[in-house]
């Protein structure tokens, strides 16, 4: 037992209790704390966009989204040539598309040709940050979480210094709405060095704001098909 008579811990070595909500003046303001209402409101207000912004999306005529992808995918060709000194041998995170989102599949097997470590993104534990395995034109995909192909557990796992992360929605101020797993923001506030996020969608997916939580991380850049915003 604790020498503290206040303690009933049963630990040792405290030098204030464990709780120091006694020691914080009570006019304190802490920024990160979130008003629960308001955190419930934003949330039921995400799910209302993400359920239109998806039907949107898939109501967009194929060929549309078909001239959106190649226009994302000559976007991030320049950027990571010119922007980001990208060299062949450096790992990139990119995604199998689903549910209407752009296709840079293409993209992907021209890095992969000109020597660029490919990987993709995989949800191995619910609620987890995701893990990320070496994709090859060869790789033969299996079915991993929501029916997304993925590489199988025997790819090798590698981190990616720059990172594609598919939009449902996006605001100019860089911040993304996905499709509400948290994900992509849990694995942002793990991986370090923090990979390069480029967030990927469609120009028509841009709202005013997300309403950014504490938990959402801004992104390095968004492209869509009109180009940087
Ligand atoms: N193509 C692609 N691959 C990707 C992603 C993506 O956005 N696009 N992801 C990007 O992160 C990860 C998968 N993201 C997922 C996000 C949500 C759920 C999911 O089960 N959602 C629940 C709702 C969750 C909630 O509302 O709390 C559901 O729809 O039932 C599954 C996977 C990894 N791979
Ligand atoms: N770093 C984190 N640690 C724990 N939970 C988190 C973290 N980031 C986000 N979450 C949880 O994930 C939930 C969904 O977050 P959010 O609305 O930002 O999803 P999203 O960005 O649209 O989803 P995704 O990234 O999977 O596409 C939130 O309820 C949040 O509490």
């Known amino acids: 037992m604790s020498d503290d008579p206040d303690d009933d811990t049963g630990r040792k070595g405290f030098t204030s209790p464990p709780c120091l909500a006694a020691e914080i003046a009570p006019d304190y303001f802490d920024p990160l704390a979130v008003d629960p209402e308001q955190a ?3 949330m039921r207000w995400r799910k209302a966009e993400r359920a239109r912004l998806r039907a949107e999306r898939l109501a967009l005529p194929v060929s549309t989204r078909q001239a959106a992808s190649l226009a994302i995918a000559g976007q991030l060709r320049q950027v990571l040539r010119d922007h980001l000194a990208v060299a062949p041998g450096r790992a990139v995170s990119a995604y199998w598309p689903i549910k209407g ?22 949800v191995e534990t619910k609620h ?16 991993g979480d929501w029916n ?6 025997e790819a090798d796992q590698i981190h ?14 860089g911040y993304r709405l996905g499709y509400g797993g948290g994900y992509f923001d849990r694995t942002l506030a793990v991986l370090r060095p923090r990979p390069f996020a480029i967030g990927i969608g469609y120009a028509s997916a841009r709202l005013a704001t997300i309403f950014p939580q504490p938990h959402d991380i801004r992104l390095d850049l968004i492209l869509t098909e009109a180009g940087l915003p």
């Open 40 to 42: 419930r409101d934003v």
């Open 148 to 153: 997304i192909p993925v590489p199988p557990p």
């Open 160 to 173: 990616p210094e720059i990172a594609l992360a598919p939009l449902v929605g996006w605001s100019e101020d």
């Open 101 to 122: 989102e752009p296709d840079l599949r293409p993209l992907m097997l021209e890095l992969h040709q000109a020597g660029f470590n490919v990987a993709l993104p995989i």
């Open 128 to 143: 987890a940050p995701l893990i990320f395995r070496v994709w090859t034109p060869e790789t033969r995909m299996v079915r």
